[in-house]
Antibody, heavy 120, light 108 residues
Framework: QVQLVQSGSELKKPGASVKVSCKASGYIFTTYAMNWVRQAPGQGLEWMGW????????TYAQGFTGRFVFSLDTSVTTAYLQISSLKAEDTAIYYCARANGPISSGVNLWGQGTLVTVSS | SYVVTQPPSVSVAPGKTARITCGGN??????VHWYQQKPGQAPVLVIYYDSDRPSGIPERFSGSTSGNTATLTISRVGAGDEADYYC???????????FGTGTKVTVL
């Protein structure tokens, strides 16, 4: 079964770090790029960037540079999102989302989302 | 960065046609995708490459682009179409995506 399964919800204090995992199965992991998308409570979708699963090269959207890191472990077909120096405004659902084909082709497979809550 | 705007809401009577717009400078020359998101769920791709439909998406969903506007059209709207709809634009110059602000579709 083709799917993306993300790690569970996280509750973190401001200043801490979090690492969200996205386990892919049912397809060849390195064939399709992986996007990351953020959705703050009651807000719209924000594209955070993507990672080339063949080369490991990440591309970050404006506003997601510095504290945000995309990485891979191809041996376990898993993509990761790490956020450091967490702030209250990082509270959101984070989705991994597999490209439909080439990166420009949109997303046709989404993880279930991981809620990250940042609160003291 | 590239800015994409959508109307916050669209209301439509059952059985009628809903048109959701996505505005951006010369968007007709860019690649546009559309997603449907229902409460508590991940988005679902309903249109890609401006007007193509993924398998499993009803023919009632169609897309078009021209000039500064991309449009998602939903024909014969039913209660199951109530959702938030987002356009997503690929900016080839920056090799980045941008999401529209989202449109809430309400079936009267």
């Amino acid at each position: 079964q083709v799917q993306l399964v993300q790690s569970g919800s996280e509750l973190k204090k401001p200043g801490a770090s979090v690492k969200v995992s996205c386990k892919a199965s049912g397809y060849i992991f390195t064939t399709y790029a992986m996007n990351w998308v953020r959705q703050a409570p009651g807000q719209g979708l924000e594209w955070m960037g993507w990672i080339n699963t063949n080369t490991g090269n990440p591309t970050y959207a404006q506003g997601f540079t510095g504290r945000f890191v995309f990485s891979l472990d191809t041996s376990v077909t898993t993509a990761y999102l790490q956020i450091s120096s967490l702030k209250a405004e990082d509270t959101a659902i984070y989705y991994c989302a597999r490209a439909n084909g080439p990166i420009s082709s949109g997303v046709n497979l989404w993880g279930q989302g991981t809620l990250v809550t940042v609160s003291s | 960065s590239y800015v994409v705007t959508q109307p916050p809401s669209v209301s439509v009577a059952p059985g009628k046609t809903a048109r959701i717009t996505c505005g951006g400078n010369d968007i007709g020359s860019k690649t546009v995708h559309w997603y449907q998101q229902k409460p508590g769920q991940a988005p679902v791709l309903v249109i890609y490459y401006d007007s193509d439909r993924p398998s499993g998406i009803p023919e009632r969903f169609s897309g078009s682009t021209s000039g500064n506007t991309a449009t998602l059209t939903i024909s014969r709207v039913g209660a199951g179409d109530e959702a938030d709809y987002y356009c997503q634009v690929w900016d080839i110059n920056s090799e980045h995506f941008v999401f529209g602000t989202g449109t809430k579709v309400t079936v009267l």
